[in-house]
């Protein structure tokens, strides 16, 4: 019998009032020695006789669905869904997504009746559409992603005629709810094989139809650190992360801005100015920061011309011009292929994509989890920055502890509480990213294991230190000194961040406060705080 103890005794009650099976997922898993937590059912009964009868049993129905509707029972992980159906199985197996999910168990006799030969399809690993095709996928167009995670989830081949009647069809899924949508896909997204359904997304022609951003990687070219192009090296990255749902939706979006700040190593010359479309030199327009110093002065600009946008230079460094040039654009012979900001163009377009989906639906924290995954992406190239020196070898241990230490805090720190989770997720995302293709990874890996270790050290220290601190004294300063709202929250986390980093300071010492007050009050000290505290460089 298939089911826990708890659905088989619900089926057998209802098989005393009329002819029940099981059909769909749970009888397939069971063919296959899975057990299944989920069963559904059909039975020639109308839904309200089957919700009253349970009830009258003392059971605790519910009437569920838009589209079909069931009579579902929950107990713990355990799941029933009861369908009414005409009492023709071969009709009721026609009008089902696959042949495997058209094998029906009869409650009453333990026999299996298979209409559509799927139990043949299950022993050859092969996913056909019940009848037509087409027709299946136009009553439900979710089923073609539900065709792309059951051939990844059992390593089955897909018929033919239902491959192309999937790709015909993928438009269609503009119809289905985004909710819907999204639930389907997240269960692709933590499947082992998840490079392979990324494959197949993309042979599908999904990529192409609701993510353009993610399918426009194929092809382009990186640069002399990596193997792979950008959308090969997305999958590795994915297929290196755990499948968890976070960091696997991180992991894919990561690198979505590479499109956008694909650029080739130049030098342009001429007198930065300020027009309605911003900064511009030579006709070119710039993107970096601190543009506004170099207004109106001549200047020597290296960066990268991008790829898509010609006309745009992304800054690398600005020179004082040392002598006037006979050309304004020079391509650098052999220059470097850069991807300038790329993270931050990834984090923007990712803020773009997230609405056409409800992905805090599955993310952990809801709308609180798309801002982390925002968050996340935008940082993700922090690591390695912040690290280059470390990663080639280069170690000065006292600098790197204090290194590590602050980089802990910049990112764990969320203003509220200190977030050890978003740590954890940013370095396995690095180390995914490493992995991904790089030219260097395995030479490096201990380098970066060896890093990644102390970041989790420091991180650690740096949790238990941020719970042990006692404010009672920095309050009764504070206020001493007329601070309140605003004021007194910018002066407590200029105080929280030397206090955190530095041991030897204390909350319980009067010098100590009155010296970081001094810096406080000063004119300007907004900008002098801000310069003190030194964030790590971002790009």
Same mark, same amino acid.
């Given at each position: 019998?298939?089911?826990?103890?708890?659905?088989?005794?619900?089926?057998?009650?209802?098989?005393?009032?009329?002819?029940?099976?099981?059909?769909?997922?749970?009888?397939?898993?069971?063919?296959?020695?899975?057990?299944?937590?989920?069963?559904?059912?059909?039975?020639?009964?109308?839904?309200?006789?089957? *919700?009253?009868?349970l009830?009258?049993?003392?059971?605790?129905?519910h009437?569920?669905?838009?589209?079909?509707?069931?009579?579902?029972?929950?107990?713990?992980?355990?799941?029933?869904?009861?369908?009414?159906?005409? %009492?023709e199985?071969?009709?009721?197996? /026609?009008?089902?997504?696959?042949?495997?999910n058209?094998?029906?168990?009869?409650?009453?006799?333990?026999?299996?009746?298979?209409?559509?030969?799927?139990?043949?399809?299950?022993?050859?690993?092969?996913?056909?559409?019940?009848?037509?095709?087409?027709?299946?996928?136009?009553?439900?167009? /979710?089923?073609?992603?539900?065709?792309?995670?059951?051939?990844?989830? &059992?390593?089955?081949?897909?018929?033919?005629?239902?491959?192309?009647?999937?790709?015909?069809?993928?438009? /269609?899924?503009?119809?289905?709810?985004?909710?819907?949508?999204?639930?389907?896909?997240?269960?692709?997204?933590?499947?082992?094989?998840?490079?392979?359904?990324?494959?197949?997304?993309?042979?599908?022609? &999904?990529?192409?139809?609701?993510?353009?951003?993610?399918?426009?990687l194929?092809?382009?070219?990186?640069n002399?650190?990596?193997?792979?192009?950008?959308?090969e090296?997305?999958?590795?990255?994915?297929?290196?992360?755990?499948?968890?749902?976070?960091?696997?939706?991180?992991?894919?979006?990561?690198?979505?801005?590479?499109?956008?700040?694909?650029?080739?190593?130049?030098?342009?010359?001429?007198?930065?100015?300020l027009?309605d479309? %911003?900064?511009?030199?030579?006709? &070119?327009?710039?993107?970096?920061?601190?543009? *506004?110093?170099?207004?109106?002065?001549?200047?020597?600009?290296? %960066?990268?011309?991008?790829?898509?946008?010609?006309?745009?230079?992304?800054?690398?460094?600005? *020179?004082?011009?040392?002598?006037?040039?006979?050309?304004?654009?020079?391509?650098?012979?052999?220059?470097?292929?850069?991807?300038?900001q790329?993270?931050?163009?990834?984090?923007?377009?990712?803020? *773009?994509?997230?609405?056409?989906?409800?992905?805090?639906?599955?993310?952990?924290?809801?709308?609180?989890?798309?801002?982390?995954?925002?968050?996340?992406?935008?940082?993700?190239?922090?690591?390695?920055?912040?690290?280059?020196?470390?990663?080639?070898?280069?170690?000065?241990?006292?600098?790197?502890?204090?290194?590590?230490?602050?980089?802990?805090?910049?990112?764990?720190?969320? %203003?509220?509480? &200190?977030?050890?989770?978003?740590?954890?997720?940013?370095?396995?995302?690095?180390?995914?990213?490493? /992995?991904?293709?790089?030219?260097?990874?395995?030479?490096?890996?201990?380098?970066?294991?060896?890093?990644?270790?102390?970041?989790?050290?420091?991180?650690?220290?740096?949790?238990?230190?941020?719970?042990?601190?006692?404010?009672?004294?920095?309050?009764?300063?504070?206020?001493?000194?007329?601070?309140e709202g605003?004021?007194?929250?910018?002066?407590?986390?200029?105080?929280?961040?030397?206090?955190?980093?530095?041991?030897?300071?204390?909350?319980?010492?009067?010098?100590?406060?009155?010296?970081?007050?001094?810096?406080?009050?000063?004119?300007?000290?907004?900008?002098?705080?801000?310069?003190?505290?030194?964030?790590p460089?971002?790009?």
């Amino acid at each position: 019998m298939i089911g826990t103890d708890y659905q088989q005794e619900l089926l057998k009650r209802l098989g005393e009032l009329s002819p029940i099976y099981i059909v769909g997922g749970a009888v397939r898993d069971a063919q296959l020695g899975i057990p299944s937590q989920d069963v559904d059912a059909v039975m020639a009964l109308p839904l309200l006789e089957i *919700e009253k009868k349970l009830s009258d049993w003392g059971f605790r129905p519910h009437l569920l669905g838009a589209r079909q509707q069931t009579v579902s029972l929950f107990r713990g992980t355990e799941r029933v869904d009861i369908s009414s159906f005409s %009492g023709e199985i071969e009709t009721n197996a /026609l009008g089902r997504d696959f042949t495997l999910n058209a094998i029906y168990h009869d409650v009453r006799t333990d026999e299996i009746i298979d209409p559509l030969s799927g139990l043949q399809d299950l022993r050859e690993k092969r996913l056909k559409a019940c009848g037509c095709a087409a027709d299946r996928f136009k009553e439900d167009p /979710l089923r073609i992603l539900r065709l792309i995670r059951l051939a990844i989830r &059992y390593d089955f081949s897909i018929e033919p005629e239902t491959w192309q009647a999937a790709v015909a069809h993928v438009p /269609l899924l503009r119809e289905v709810a985004a909710e819907r949508v999204t639930e389907e896909l997240g269960r692709i997204l933590i499947l082992d094989q998840i490079d392979k359904a990324l494959g197949l997304l993309d042979d599908l022609g &999904y990529f192409q139809t609701y993510i353009p951003e993610l399918a426009r990687l194929k092809g382009l070219v990186q640069n002399r650190y990596h193997t792979k192009d950008a959308w090969e090296h997305t999958r590795l990255v994915v297929k290196n992360t755990a499948p968890h749902i976070f960091l696997r939706l991180a992991a894919l979006f990561h690198d979505l801005g590479k499109w956008e700040t694909a650029s080739r190593e130049c030098n342009v010359w001429g007198t930065i100015r300020l027009t309605d479309k %911003g900064y511009e030199v030579a006709g &070119y327009k710039l993107k970096g920061k601190n543009l *506004e110093r170099w207004a109106n002065k001549g200047a020597e600009v290296h %960066g990268g011309r991008l790829d898509s946008y010609p006309q745009t230079i992304i800054v690398k460094r600005i *020179e004082p011009a040392r002598a006037t040039q006979r050309k304004q654009l020079e391509m650098v012979p052999d220059g470097k292929r850069h991807f300038l900001q790329h993270e931050r163009e990834s984090a923007r377009l990712v803020k *773009e994509i997230l609405p056409r989906f409800r992905w805090s639906m599955v993310l952990p924290g809801g709308r609180r989890g798309e801002q982390e995954l925002e968050y996340i992406i935008g940082h993700h190239m922090l690591g390695t920055l912040t690290f280059m020196s470390e990663l080639k070898g280069e170690m000065d241990l006292t600098k790197f502890r204090h290194k590590t230490r602050r980089f802990a805090w910049e990112i764990g720190w969320n %203003g509220q509480v &200190y977030d050890k989770l978003r740590i954890e997720n940013l370095l396995d995302l690095w180390r995914a990213d490493f /992995l991904g293709g790089k030219q260097d990874a395995a030479e490096n890996i201990t380098r970066l294991d060896g890093i990644q270790a102390e970041i989790r050290k420091a991180s650690a220290f740096l949790e238990e230190r941020a719970s042990l601190l006692d404010w009672t004294q920095f309050e009764e300063f504070a206020h001493g000194k007329g601070l309140e709202g605003e004021r007194f929250g910018r002066f407590k986390e200029q105080v929280r961040h030397q206090v955190i980093l530095d041991a030897k300071y204390r909350l319980s010492d009067p010098q100590f406060l009155e010296r970081e007050y001094g810096f406080f009050w000063k004119p300007g000290s907004v900008t002098s705080s801000a310069k003190r505290i030194s964030r790590p460089r971002e790009f």
